[in-house]
Structures are given as C-alpha cells and as structure tokens.
C-alpha cells in the first residue's frame, strides 16, 4: 500500500521515488491530467498478484492467453529515475 499513498500523497520518503513522481506529476500538470491510486487487494488482483511472486503455472492458469513472451521496456522509461526535471 506504500506505492498508493506515495503516490496519493505525492510525497515518499525515498529520494529515488520523490524523484520518480516530481516526473510523473510534472508531465501531468503539463498535460492538464489529474491521478489518483487505487489499493486493489491480492483477491481482486490476483494475475498482477501471480507476477509479482514470480508464480507463473499460477500466471498462466489464470492468464492464457497471455503472451508466452514478454516485451522489452522503453528505454525512455528506464531513464525517467535518471534524468532531471528538465526530461
């Protein structure tokens, strides 16, 4: 739930995350878009829930036709954690 409060809040204690969302909330006020998170529990949630624990029979039972494949990240997105408000 630290994620949804960081977020809703928009305050963390980490500087690495208050970095991340001054990115974040930044390009929304640039785009006139408003945020909010949302604490799914694991039950509402479980094909996320399955990923995050690395469960993947579970994943796939739940998920079949996902792609057996994953796709690779943005380049852009791995940056945002690096670059400075001017990104």
């Not at 970095?19 to 949302?38: D, K």
């Amino acid at each position: 739930m630290g994620v949804v409060q960081a977020i809703n809040k928009q305050f963390a204690s980490s500087a690495e995350v208050v970095r991340l969302l001054r990115v974040l909330i930044l390009r929304c006020l640039q785009i006139n878009v408003g945020f909010r998170a949302v604490h799914l529990p694991r039950v509402q949630n479980d094909i996320a829930d399955s990923l995050s624990w690395f469960q993947w029979d579970h994943f796939r039972q739940l998920a079949p036709t996902a792609e057996m494949e994953g796709h690779q990240f943005p380049e852009c997105l791995l940056r945002i954690g690096t670059i400075g408000l001017e990104g």
